[in-house]
């Protein structure tokens, strides 16, 4: 079986630039195939590859200085889901295009899965989808708000055009893995929403951490692999 590790985080990268090559390089003679993004703001992506190799790479970017702190969500699957291995260097690690969003200096509460499903059931509660239309067409939490955004760089026009419809009352915030909803959070933070949430290890690890019969999850994941999509049973 091949391993497959969706990761990212936020942190200081002085030069991301300089670090592509032995990354790149690492990832070439370890067998991993798949994207990862640099940018001054941290490390997203997901590989792909065998399991010593998967760990190596794992391993590689955790000793980065800064960057102890990686998570990731590991499963598996039957073969590998991507064609090449893609090293990118960006201005952010997932796109909102807005100067001054630093998850590091302000964010939401992370929110385990385990404990989900009681947040996201208080009747005070807005739940956002922070993913795009195409993504939310495959599945979603049960009485989710969908922005019907076409990328996330049209998420802060959305809010600041529907904010009155949530004045004053909590907001729960979700995406595929963590990042998204993550920086959503500081953006909202920033906008002065009192009180945010965003659940830790996004979707995947909801599906993950919680049973079938427990889940509020409703339909399958998109992924941005081969494999299109995963139900609880695959993430």
Same mark, same amino acid.
């Given at each position: 079986?091949?391993?497959?590790?969706a990761l990212y985080?936020?942190a200081?990268?002085?030069?991301p630039r300089?670090?592509r090559?032995?990354?790149l390089?690492l990832?070439?003679?370890?067998?991993v =195939?798949g994207?990862?993004?640099?940018?001054? *703001?941290? &490390?997203?992506?997901?590989i792909? #590859?065998p399991?010593?190799?998967? !760990?190596?790479?794992?391993?590689?970017?955790?000793?980065?200085?800064?960057?102890?702190g990686?998570?990731w969500?590991?499963?598996?699957?039957g073969?590998?889901?991507f064609? =090449?291995?893609?090293?990118?260097?960006k201005? *952010?690690? &997932?796109?909102?295009?807005?100067p #001054?969003?630093?998850?590091?200096? !302000?964010?939401?509460?992370?929110?385990?899965?385990a404990?989900?499903?009681?947040?996201?059931r208080?009747?005070?509660?807005v739940?956002?989808?922070?993913?795009n239309?195409?993504?939310v067409?495959?599945?979603?939490?049960a009485?989710? &708000?969908?922005p019907?955004?076409?990328?996330?760089?049209?998420?802060?026009d959305w809010?600041?055009?529907?904010?009155?419809?949530?004045?004053?009352?909590?907001?729960?915030?979700?995406?595929?893995?963590?990042i998204?909803c993550?920086?959503?959070t500081?953006?909202l933070?920033?906008e002065?929403?009192?009180?945010v949430y965003?659940?830790?290890?996004?979707?995947?690890?909801?599906?993950?951490?919680v049973p079938?019969?427990l889940?509020?999850?409703q339909?399958?994941?998109?992924?941005?692999?081969?494999?299109?999509?995963?139900?609880?049973?695959e993430?």
């Amino acid at each position: 079986m091949v391993t497959v590790a969706a990761l990212y985080l936020f942190a200081p990268l002085a030069d991301p630039r300089a670090l592509r090559g032995p990354l790149l390089d690492l990832c070439q003679r370890a067998g991993v =195939r798949g994207t990862l993004i640099l940018a001054q *703001e941290g &490390v997203n992506g997901t590989i792909a #590859g065998p399991g010593e190799g998967v !760990a190596a790479v794992l391993a590689h970017l955790r000793a980065l200085p800064g960057c102890a702190g990686l998570r990731w969500k590991e499963s598996t699957s039957g073969t590998i889901p991507f064609g =090449r291995m893609k090293v990118r260097v960006k201005r *952010e690690i &997932v796109t909102m295009g807005l100067p #001054g969003i630093d998850p590091r200096q !302000a964010v939401g509460r992370h929110v385990e899965p385990a404990d989900w499903n009681e947040v996201i059931r208080r009747p005070d509660m807005v739940l956002i989808d922070t993913r795009n239309r195409y993504e939310v067409a495959e599945g979603s939490f049960a009485g989710a &708000v969908d922005p019907d955004t076409g990328s996330f760089r049209e998420f802060p026009d959305w809010w600041r055009q529907n904010a009155s419809r949530f004045a004053g009352r909590p907001v729960a915030m979700f995406c595929t893995g963590g990042i998204r909803c993550e920086k959503a959070t500081s953006f909202l933070v920033g906008e002065g929403v009192a009180e945010v949430y965003h659940l830790k290890g996004g979707i995947l690890g909801y599906l993950d951490a919680v049973p079938g019969a427990l889940s509020d999850w409703q339909g399958r994941c998109f992924v941005f692999d081969e494999r299109g999509a995963v139900g609880p049973d695959e993430a």
